[in-house]
């Protein structure tokens, strides 16, 4: 884990920056739906695949063809 210096790992404060816009789009989201614990629950699943992507894009492992890489493996 590389840190940038303080202790923080690098790329954490932008990974906490973008839990917490999809926690309130989800709010908002439920508010539209007309509960927010159903909004809560959207941007929970939304947030699991988001924190996937980012750190896939993080390790710079977007778009690398495995021909042996069969979806299985995370």
Avoid: C, H, K
């Avoid at 790329?11 to 917490?20: L, V």
């Avoid at 629950?41 to 492992?61: D, H, P, Q, T």
């Amino acid at each position: 884990m590389t840190t940038s210096g303080t202790g923080w790992p690098r790329g954490r404060t932008s990974w906490i920056i973008g839990t917490i816009v999809l926690f309130a789009a989800g709010v908002l989201v439920g508010i539209a739906l007309g509960s927010v614990w159903v909004g809560l629950l959207i941007a929970a699943a939304v947030s699991i695949g988001w924190v996937i992507a980012y750190e896939s894009w993080r390790g710079r492992n977007v778009g690398i063809y495995n021909r042996d890489d069969d979806g299985a493996q995370l």
